[in-house]
C-alpha cells in the first residue's frame, strides 16, 4: 500500500473532503457533511412515537457547549444550517438549556397524546422534533390537516396551523401555557 493510499485510510472524515493534488492529499472543511453527520441519528429512528425517540443524534447527545460551538462554527446562526427549534433559541440565549427544550417537547406530546384525534408525525427535516396532527381535520380535499409544530419564532414555542386546501395559512402563535385551553377551539376548525 502506498504511503497516498494510507493517508487516506487514516484521514478523519467527520465533515472533511479529500483532494488530491499531484502527490499530495489535501483535506477541505466541508461544514455541509460534518453539520449532516452531527444531526445524523444512530441508529435512525424507523418507528418513532415520541419526540423523545427522535433524539439520537450527536447534537442531542454532546454536551451542550460542543452542540452551540459547533452550530456557531457553522454559521448555523445565520440559518444556513437545519436545526432543530431549540438549538436557535438555545443559541440566542431564549432558552436555558436543551433540558428544557426537551421538557418542552414532552409537555406538549402529552398533552396531545391524551386527547382523542392527536397522532405525531415525526418525518420532518433534520434533526427536528416532529409534529402534531389532528386527524379528524383531515377530510376532503384537505392539503394539510391541523398541525401543531415547534418553533423558535416565538417564546410560546408553539404555531397551530389550521388545516388547508389550497394556500397555507398563517401560524397562529400560542403557547406551551394556553395549549390545553386553546385545544377545543382548534379541534372544531
Not at 448555523?76 to 432558552?95: E, F, I, S, T, V
Not at 396531545?112 to 433534520?126: D, E, H, K, N, Y
Not at 414555542?157 to 377545543?184: F, I
Request: charged share 25%; proline share 8%; glycine share 6%.
Amino acid at each position: 500500500m502506498s504511503s497516498q493510499e494510507r493517508a487516506l485510510i487514516d484521514a478523519p472524515r467527520g465533515g472533511v473532503r479529500t483532494k488530491r493534488t499531484g502527490n499530495d492529499v489535501q483535506l477541505e472543511p466541508v461544514p455541509r457533511l460534518e453539520w449532516s453527520l452531527a444531526t445524523e441519528a444512530h441508529p435512525p429512528a424507523t418507528e418513532a412515537a415520541t419526540p423523545a425517540s427522535l433524539r439520537r443524534s450527536w447534537i442531542h447527545t454532546a454536551s451542550e457547549r460542543q452542540v452551540l460551538e459547533l452550530f456557531r462554527k457553522l454559521n448555523g446562526a445565520k440559518r444556513r444550517l437545519p436545526a432543530p427549534w431549540w438549538l436557535r433559541a438555545l443559541d440566542r440565549g431564549d432558552l436555558a438549556s436543551r433540558a428544557e427544550a426537551f421538557q418542552i417537547e414532552d409537555q406538549v406530546h402529552a398533552v396531545l397524546s391524551a386527547r382523542s384525534g392527536w397522532v405525531f408525525v415525526p418525518w420532518v427535516g433534520i434533526s427536528e422534533a416532529g409534529y402534531w396532527e389532528y386527524a379528524p381535520s383531515d377530510r376532503g380535499s384537505v392539503k394539510m390537516p391541523t398541525a401543531i409544530v415547534l418553533t423558535d419564532e416565538h417564546e410560546g414555542w408553539l404555531n397551530v396551523v389550521p388545516a388547508y386546501r389550497d394556500e397555507e395559512p398563517l401560524p397562529v402563535p400560542t403557547s406551551t401555557t394556553t395549549l390545553l385551553s386553546l385545544l377545543p377551539q382548534v379541534e372544531v376548525w
